[in-house]
């Protein structure tokens, strides 16, 4: 993955720069030392690094602000930064660029348990806004697996998602209002505790724009009932084909489980050899969840099993208590942990419809073998939303090359059957060149001008989203 | 103009010499805007529809009615429940698919499952400079790129004509019961409504009718069995405010609250969007008003003497204030829309300028003229 070359002119004014903004800061908010912006140089999609010029921690949505209008001001480009947990990228510094962390503003700022909303700092975990609330019987929906660490600002970036989404959606079905800083340093307020915002929907622009329109400082979200109780089932199958039409013909009864889990052969057996779940070892395995009171539970699973049954599975494991029904899940959950002790791993996030799953399975296959890299599957399969874990030796010269090639072709594969390159875990640099195959040059060149107008000197995260060749004039422009 | 294809729509709006008013149906039309009348009616027909995976693609011009009987023949439906606006309005005509997202139509249900946009997948528009362009997708999760298929809905026509759209559908629940209640005041029907929307039994609809005869309403849908349980459980939760009446099948009372049935006669009609605890006293700031609230107090209808500024009355709130219905002086006098603060309204005007630059569709409807460049 290219990075465009750093202005060696805004490098070689870093102690200027970084003067500038530690003087109308708090001290402790600006971090220029090497060694210490290193912590800052990668996020999650560790495979790439680079630190930046500097980092800056502000406190306030005020000092966000002030960050902001200086670069501005300055002419420095800014990556804004939530927990770093980005899979794709998308908080990976340049060299020329300050690091805007917001994981100082964490606080509650207001719960609303009337109206059904918090507000809190973006900074604060996605897990711990479901803490500020769960012993009011409440939660915050979207579940992204790494939401014991990920931020709120991140999860908005990149519209995260989560196991639970079949029911709940993802961020933007759960995001009511912002507090947006724009790159010149405005502080706009938009939406609130209400349901529909005024005007246009800039929530909906905001949310899943990777950082590159403004840099969101507090939230107001919805928070929702916490349902009595929840319980799965696991129902293995012959083929990925039976799978796949098991989960269709859920679907169509009526019932809406609040997650459709899918794993593949290959992910079944590291995750057996890891967590040894008890898991058979079939093609496919599925774990359905339903919610509501026990008699609800009931009357869902019996119709889900009905279904499963007319499929001849080879496995279907009911959960009668609390133990059971983690054990059902410790295979699922610990499947990443699983791959990742095979080697080193790429995760991808394409979204197919649900009809084309044994096709894609199938084909995925067929490109492992002939790349002769390994690819286990784990995804959400109520939504399409596919997760290929490509394992491969980071230190074996060439392999990571290979292991992307791959990856591009399988991310292709998911938008010639009527898909999209990403799901859940956005663009970021990972997918920013495959755009060209989702996209025509006139529906790209709309979107930056979106871009245009919230950032006209395409300072923040500027090398993100869009490939680099057709943002380059942009880019070039505002240097 | 009644264009058949999206290339010809393109080409109508590449060769525009004025202003262009878009019509789907023409039901909706509560907007000011001006222009020689474009409209979408010749797109008509369903692209794709897939059942199994919860999916529709259809052109923007095909009628409501035609996608509703297509889903209802599969047992699913539109989820959010969008208004029918005719009775509301006195228009005529068959609402239509583009009109509806265009305008981000939701009924009673967008408590629970969402709002139209929430249901929008993806669309192909044309700009204002003719070009053909398409955002989102078919599949249920998408986060390629900025997400222009939302900043569509809900933009009245302004910033493109909408030639495509993809849905996410839901099947239709099995069974519903509606509890409801005669005579609270509108405070404490909406400490009612909240009390049932924060309890774990998935209400679908939370409304309280305060014109003519007060009423309270509660929705609950799903399977059968759920359904009653839930319902014996919230009148318990629910007992201080009153003893529920438990309604086996309520479908006409929720079309008439879908619809604002109880504000259709004379006067302006306002729809408020505030923090639902706020509604009552909203609604009291503005006299001689009638009220019905919906979305748990957090929609709150308003019918007023001809003329009312309801913005004036309301004062500073969290929210906004749209008009719906009233003569055309009065929609150019208080404007449909309320006007953004300053610096949200650069951006709005900024984008216009990027997706209509000649401002040529349904020019003066969300932005006063000056304000569109």
């Not at chain 1, 500038?20 to 495979?47: N, Q």
């Not at chain 2, 035609?66 to 889903?71: G, H, I, P, R």
């Not at chain 2, 007060?214 to 359904?227: D, K, M, N, P």
Request: with cysteine; aromatic share 6%; net charge negative.
């Amino acid at each position: 993955m290219e990075m465009p070359t750093p202005n060696a002119e805004t490098v070689a004014r870093k102690a200027q720069i970084v003067a500038r903004l530690a003087a109308a800061l708090p001290p402790g908010t600006i971090i220029s030392d090497i060694a210490e912006t290193r912590a800052y140089e990668c996020d999650a999609l560790s495979a790439y690094r680079c630190a930046p010029l500097a980092v800056a921690l502000p406190r306030t949505t005020d000092e966000v602000a002030t960050v902001l209008r200086l670069c501005h001001e300055m002419r420095v480009p800014v990556v804004p930064r939530g927990a770093g947990t980005s899979l794709a990228g998308g908080s990976l510094p340049t060299a020329d660029s300050v690091v805007l962390g917001i994981a100082r503003l964490n606080e509650v700022l207001e719960t609303d348990l009337a109206n059904r909303a918090i507000r809190v700092g973006s900074g604060r975990t996605n897990l711990s806004v479901t803490g500020a609330v769960e012993q009011d019987g409440f939660f915050y929906a979207p579940d992204p697996s790494s939401q014991l660490a990920c931020a709120i600002a991140g999860n908005i970036a990149m519209n995260s998602g989560g196991a639970h989404c079949l029911k709940y959606g993802v961020t933007t079905n759960n995001l009511l209002g912002v507090t947006l800083v724009t790159m010149d340093g405005t502080v706009h307020e938009i939406g609130g505790a209400y349901l529909d915002a005024g005007g246009l929907d800039l929530l909906a622009l905001i949310c899943g724009s990777e950082g590159q329109l403004g840099v969101v400082t507090e939230a107001t979200l919805r928070i929702l009932p916490k349902p009595e109780g929840a319980r799965p089932v696991l129902i293995g199958y012959a083929s990925s084909e039976v799978a796949g039409a098991c989960v269709s013909d859920i679907i169509k009864a009526g019932v809406l489980p609040v997650a459709i889990e899918f794993m593949d052969r290959p992910c079944i057996r590291a995750t057996e050899a890891f967590a040894h779940a008890g898991y058979p070892d079939c093609e496919a395995l599925l774990i359905v969840e339903v919610e509501g009171s026990p008699a609800e539970i009931d009357e869902q699973l019996e119709i889900i099993l009905e279904i499963a049954r007319r499929h001849n599975p080879i496995e279907l494991r009911e959960s009668a208590s609390e133990e059971e029904a983690a054990r059902i899940w410790l295979g699922r959950k610990s499947a990443f942990g699983a791959m990742g002790q095979m080697g080193d791993y790429m995760c991808l996030d394409g979204t197919i419809p649900v009809s084309q799953l044994p096709f894609v399975l199938r084909r995925i296959g067929e490109m492992s073998d002939e790349f002769g890299l390994q690819v286990g599957n784990v995804f959400h399969a109520g939504d399409g939303n596919m997760h290929p874990l490509i394992i491969y030796d980071a230190n074996t010269p060439g392999e990571q090359e290979k292991c992307e090639a791959l990856g591009a072709e399988i991310l292709k594969l998911c938008v010639e059957v009527g898909g999209c390159l990403t799901g859940e875990h956005g663009v970021g640099i990972e997918k920013r060149d495959l755009m060209d195959y989702q996209f025509t040059p006139e529906d790209l060149d709309m979107q930056m001008a979106v871009k245009d107008v919230f950032d006209p000197g395409w300072l923040l995260n500027p090398a993100k989203v869009f490939p680099l060749a057709q943002s380059a004039a942009r880019r070039m422009a505002a240097q | 103009m009644g264009p058949g294809t999206e290339e010809e729509l393109a080409q109508i709006v590449a060769e525009a010499a004025g202003p262009l008013r878009i019509v789907g149906g023409g039901t909706r039309s509560f907007g000011v805007a001006q222009g020689e009348e474009l409209s979408t009616a010749g797109l008509s027909g369903v692209t794709l529809y897939e059942p199994g995976a919860l999916t529709l693609v259809v052109q923007a011009g095909t009628p409501l009615a035609e996608v509703d009987a297509l889903l209802a023949d599969e047992g699913q439906a539109l989820p959010f429940e969008p208004m029918d606006h005719r009775g509301l309005l006195g228009t005529q005509g068959a609402p239509t698919i583009g009109g509806m997202v265009a305008a981000n139509v939701s009924g009673p249900r967008r408590i629970s499952v969402g709002a139209c946009r929430d249901f929008l997948l993806g669309v192909r528009f044309v700009d204002g400079a003719g070009r053909v362009l398409k955002n989102g997708g078919r599949v249920m999760k998408n986060v390629t790129g900025y997400d222009l298929a939302r900043l569509m809905a809900g933009s009245h026509g302004t910033l493109g004509v909408l030639t495509e759209v993809s849905l996410k559908v839901l099947p239709v629940a099995r069974a519903s019961a509606t509890l409801a209640l005669d005579g609270l005041e509108a405070a404490r029907a909406v400490a009612a409504l909240s009390r049932a929307l924060g309890s774990p039994f998935e209400v679908s609809g939370a409304a309280h009718v305060a014109a003519g005869q007060a009423r309270t309403l509660i929705r609950l849908e799903g399977f059968a069995a759920s359904v009653n349980y839930r319902a014996e459980r919230l009148c318990a939760v629910l007992a201080e405010f009153g003893d529920w009446q438990v309604l086996p099948d309520a479908i006409d009372i929720w079309r008439d609250v879908r619809d604002v049935k109880a504000l259709q006669a004379d006067g302006d009609v306002w729809r408020v969007s505030a923090r639902p605890s706020d509604g009552p006293a909203l609604a009291a700031r503005v006299p001689g008003a009638d009220a019905m609230f919906d979305w748990g107090g957090g929609l709150i209808w308003l019918r007023v003497p001809e003329g009312t500024d309801v913005r004036a009355a309301l004062g500073q709130f969290d929210g906004h204030a749209t008009l719906v219905r009233a003569g055309q002086e009065t929609r150019v006098r208080l404007g449909v829309f309320a006007q953004p603060a300053p610096s949200l309204a650069l951006i709005e005007a900024g984008l216009r300028a990027r997706f209509d630059p000649r401002g040529i569709f349904n020019a003066g409807l969300m932005a006063p003229p000056e304000r569109t460049i």
